[in-house]
Every structure is written in C-alpha cells, then in structure tokens.
C-alpha cells in the first residue's frame, strides 16, 4: 500500500518545454487533487476530478491540463512550461465518505 | 481575502518549550486539519477533527466551532518537530480544501 505516489520527484525543464507529472494512488481515492506550493502562498488548487471521468479547474488552471485516466491516475501537464510555473506540485487524494485528504510527497520543478 | 489565516508566520523556539500555533477560517467547516510538511518534505495528515480536542503525543490540536478558531499545540518542543505546519479547512459544500499560508517552526537545541 504506497498511499499517493507522484513521479518524478525533481524535474528541470527549459522555458517552451512539455512534460507530464504523473500522480497514482492505491487508496481508493474517489476525488483527486493538483496543489502548486509557492513561498508565502500556501498550496493553491490547479486542478482536480471529483470522480473518475470529470475533472474541474481549480484557482490557478492557467497553462496545465489533467487527465483522469482511471481511478488510480490523475495527470497533471505542462504544454509550453514557463518561469512562472516553478513551484512545488503536490497531488492528493480523498473518498467521497471521510473528509481527510492524503498527499504525495512532491514534485520539485524549476523551469530555467 | 484568505479563508484560512494561520499566525504566527515564522517561529523559533528553544527545545523544551511549549509552543501554539494559530488558525482561524471565515467560511463554515465539514472539518479543520493541521499538516506537517518537513524541509523538502512531503506533507503529512496530524489531526482531522470537527470538535473538541485530539492529542497524539507531544501534539494537541483543539478547535472551537463558535468562534471559528483551532490551536496546534507542541509540548516539549524537539529539533526534530521544526517543519511547516499547515492548518486547512474542507467544507460541507464542494469538494476542496482551503489552506493556510504555513507556519514554520524552528526549534533550537
């Protein structure tokens, strides 16, 4: 049982780059959670899927796309990765029943 | 306007002290957790809760429904307890949290 497992861990990318953070989860999580983590910002919603097959924006939706590939997996991609998109993503899962919320252990991403 | 608002931001203390952390929200709950997130850490769950009082060893964390405040207690503070502490609220309606800043905590041997 591995709880909520992001990949990769660290990653640099080059302005224009693309690259996907994959999020999977073996906890039965019914909704599922993108967080970026700025300094001084707390961890602001990107986006999340409430159940498998739906998938909402959330506060800061701007230049990333997600996909719910199943209920285990929620994607989270960056097509022409920016600046301003260096942060600290974290993926977290939740049952529909209960209220706690279980975090992957981030992903560390610098866009030079 | 930021739902959640944690006080203070930072905090040093000597190991041996009791240390409180602060969290008040403005929107009503389904429950208040308090997280801990370790330097270059992940974050981890401490307390859930929707009334009263929980302890799990040297942490306490209580809430108070009425006026919209909950406290993190650490006794007898260790080096090892310095982190960010992370106080967030879910609600009855939708399907998010809302976070605080983060208080982060540095205990001094």
């Known amino acids: 049982n591995a709880g909520v497992t992001q990949t990769p861990k660290f990653q640099v990318l080059k302005t224009g780059q693309s690259m996907t953070l994959q999020c999977a989860q073996d906890?039965?999580?019914?909704?599922m959670y993108w967080y970026r983590q700025d300094p001084g910002m707390g961890l602001r919603l990107i986006y999340y899927?409430?159940?498998?097959?739906?998938?909402d924006k959330g506060e800061v939706p701007n230049g990333y796309n997600v996909s719910r590939l199943n209920k285990r997996e929620f994607s989270l991609r960056l097509e022409s990765a920016a600046p301003s998109q260096t942060s600290v993503y974290f993926c977290?899962?939740?049952?529909?029943?209960?209220?706690?919320?279980?975090f992957g252990q981030g992903t560390r991403l610098t866009v030079v | 306007k930021n739902e959640v608002e944690q006080s203070p931001q930072n905090l040093t203390a000597q190991e041996g002290e009791f240390i409180t952390i602060n969290c008040s929200y403005s929107?009503?709950?389904?429950?208040l957790h308090w997280l801990q997130q370790h330097p270059g850490g992940g974050i981890v769950s401490l307390f859930m809760?929707?009334?009263g009082k929980k302890k799990h060893g040297r942490l306490i964390a209580t809430i108070n429904i009425q006026e919209k405040h909950s406290s993190l207690h650490i006794t007898a503070s260790h080096p090892r307890d310095s982190a960010v502490y992370i106080c967030?609220?879910?609600?009855?309606?939708?399907?998010?949290?809302?976070f605080g800043t983060g208080t982060s905590l540095t205990v001094i041997p």
């Open positions: 929107v009503g709950i389904s429950a």
């Open positions: 809760l929707s009334s």
């Open positions: 977290a899962g939740k049952k529909w029943t209960g209220n706690e919320a279980f």
């Open positions: 906890m039965n999580h019914n909704s």
């Open positions: 967030a609220v879910s609600r009855h309606t939708g399907n998010q949290f809302y």
């Open positions: 899927s409430a159940s498998e097959g739906t998938t």
